[in-house]
């Protein structure tokens, strides 16, 4: 439909082509007006000029039906579209395409960071699976390497605390240690442990 052509069968761009250039295409290329015209040439030897005038016009209602549909779908195209703009803005609660533009630049900022958020997450659920999974470990390898039950005892400790400093002062106990070394240890396991 907006591959026009000229006589020579030369593209023309579709802005370019005048009225007549765009009839001339529509009638010859998406009607049946050339063999409309062929067949009266083999029934008579010739066409009148009614037969042409007849023609001409069936074609040119035709070319203006496949111009009407192409307009309704624009029309209907650019309706939709301009509902779902205006629903957008709505829900975005702004009143125009910029400001729908920045809320949603906004948003998928906001959707990245989230997404970043959850993989850290996920990394540290990772992680913590991994430790209860390690402690458990400890545990067992502690008491079939029939270590004392107090040392047991101090060990499950350290793990039943929640406070760093309390896990450090006990570490010290166990390991009959300064807090600054174990601190200093903490530190340098801490160091090596990140990504």
Do not use: C
Not at 59 to 79: C, G, M, N
């Amino acid at each position: 439909m907006y591959d026009i052509q000229d006589e020579g069968g030369s593209p023309i761009p579709y802005d370019k082509a005048s009225g007549k250039d765009i009839f001339k295409h529509g009638r010859h290329r998406m009607t049946d007006y050339d063999d409309v015209l062929d067949n009266a040439r083999q029934q008579d030897g010739h066409v009148s000029g009614y037969t042409q005038k007849v023609a001409t016009k069936q074609a040119a209602e035709q070319v203006l039906e496949h111009y009407r549909d192409e307009h309704v779908k624009v029309i209907r195209d650019s309706q939709h579209k301009g509902f779902i703009l205006k629903n957008l803005m709505q829900k975005a609660g702004v009143s125009t395409a910029q400001a729908l533009t920045s809320f949603l630049d906004s948003t998928s900022e906001k959707i990245k960071e989230i997404s970043h958020l959850e993989n850290s997450q996920r990394s540290l659920q990772v992680w913590n699976d991994t430790y209860r999974v390690q402690r458990e470990l400890v545990k067992a390898v502690l008491k079939e390497g029939e270590v004392p039950s107090e040392t047991i005892k101090k060990v499950n400790k350290i793990y039943s605390t929640r406070s760093s400093n309390k896990a450090i002062e006990l570490g010290a106990t166990l390991l009959d240690l300064e807090q600054s070394e174990i601190l200093k240890l903490v530190k340098s396991v801490m160091r090596y442990a990140k990504p």
